[in-house]
């Protein structure tokens, strides 16, 4: 009855053994690299890879001048589209260039402003109606720059003279013809007043 006894608990504690048995764990094991990026032109360590070129979209212009004392800020102006609409600027086509017919015109708009010191101007640059939305957007704040360049040439204090552009969202003729997109590319010249106690 004993040797039966040891026999069976020898066996149990066997198996014991067994089912539990030893974990080994490796050691003194050395990583293997990974294997260098194919993509990667090099393959310097010590050479951080240069991120990928971002590129943005171009945003529409409309960017007023900044005068001594700020930003433009038409909530504090009196504006009269009116006192000079005689003298509106036009362009020929895909050009910001002023044309000798026109400098008549902007001579007399610098005129109107060396006699009234208290007045700014808003130059509004438009477009016909070809071409894309963002094309025209610039096309129409160079056409205003140029404007705002030749006045200051005549003795316009530029801090007075703001410019914006529409593109081709303000035509005054409608229309598809060479008629009528000769009266969009143009210049507008707001008058600008303070308001009082503005």
Known sequence: MMTKLVYTTSIALALAIASTGCVHRPYGVTAIPPLPNPNVADQNPNTIPSAPAVYSTPQPISTPAIAENGPFDPSKWDQDPHAL???????????????????????????????????????????????????????????????REALVGMG???????TTSFGKDKPVATGHSDAVWSKNRRDDFVVLHPKTGA
């Open 156 to 162: 316009v204090d530029e801090n007075r003279i703001h």
């Open 85 to 147: 609409a005689a003298n509106t600027v036009h362009f020929g086509f895909d050009s910001a260039v002023i044309r000798d017919s026109e400098t008549a015109k902007l001579q007399a708009v610098a005129a109107a402003l060396n006699s009234d010191k208290t007045a700014n101007l808003m130059i509004e640059g438009n477009c016909d109606e070809r071409g894309t939305e963002e094309y025209n957007r610039s096309l129409g704040e160079r056409r205003a720059e140029a404007a």
